[in-house]
T-cell receptor, first 110, second 114 residues
Framework: EAGVTQSPTHLIKTRGQQATLRCSPISGHTSVYWYQQALGLGLQFLLWYDEGEERNRGNFPPRFSGRQFPNYSSELNVNALELEDSALYLC?????????FGQGTRLTVV | GENVEQHPSTLSVQEGDSAVIKCTYSDSASNYFPWYKQELGKRPQLIIDIRSNVGEKKDQRIAVTLNKTAKHFSLHITETQPEDSAVYFCAASKMDFGNEKLTFGTGTRLTIIP
């Protein structure tokens, strides 16, 4: 069974541009979570989608947004990129309990 | 909302010795406590978890203990090996009838000294 997959693995953008990150959950998992991990720091909760709806969002500005598709895959969009958005973005999926992470997308803003 | 504190931030242990990482949580309604291991450049991996209806859980060299009254839980690694070197994160959430987001601690960088 495939695990959580994220694409792209690496992404380089210029300040002010938009970035789109994608996540495919484990088959059968309905919830997708997005976390930001800045270099050397912990996991900061960004967004939670379940059954196509946004259930919760962390303390991030509105330029961080996303959606979940009918097949439960998810997209994270970051608008008006700032240098401090450079980080590893991790997606996790769960089904009533345990969460499993993807390998992450390393976003670099220059 | 939930707040999870984790200590220590760094820990160095001689190979073969035990390592203990401690976390406290603020929301008494939290009932699910997983631990993740993140090796350099890799994804966090779930290594053990515990629910509030049990006080201790073991899996080979790894154990987790939970004290609901004091609102703290700990990860114990015995007979440490070089491959245990990684960053460990604790987390807490409320798992009722569905999914719920995890609140993570700030991580502990564990170094095993050969």
């Amino acid at each position: 069974e495939a695990g959580v997959t994220q694409s792209p693995t690496h992404l380089i953008k210029t300040r002010g541009q938009q970035a789109t990150l994608r996540c495919s959950p484990i088959s059968g998992h309905t919830s997708v979570y997005w976390y930001q991990q800045a270099l050397g720091l912990g996991l900061q909760f960004l967004l939670w989608y379940d059954e196509g709806e946004e259930r919760n969002r962390g303390n991030f500005p509105p330029r961080f947004s996303g959606r979940q598709f009918p097949n439960y895959s998810s997209e994270l969009n970051v608008n008006a990129l700032e240098l401090e958005d450079s980080a590893l973005y991790l997606c996790a999926s769960s089904l009533v309990g345990r969460s499993f992470f993807g390998q992450g997308t390393r976003l670099t803003v220059v | 909302g939930e707040n999870v504190e984790q200590h220590p931030s760094t820990l160095s242990v001689q190979e073969g010795d035990s390592a203990v990482i401690k976390c406290t949580y603020s929301d008494s309604a939290s009932n699910y406590f997983p631990w993740y291991k993140q090796e350099l450049g890799k994804r966090p991996q779930l290594i053990i978890d515990i629910r509030s209806n049990v006080g201790e859980k073991k899996d080979q060299r790894i154990a987790v203990t939970l004290n609901k009254t004091a609102k703290h839980f700990s990860l114990h690694i015995t007979e440490t090996q070089p491959e245990d070197s990684a960053v460990y994160f604790c987390a807490a959430s409320k798992m009722d009838f569905g999914n719920e987001k995890l609140t993570f601690g700030t991580g502990t960088r564990l170094t095993i000294i050969p």
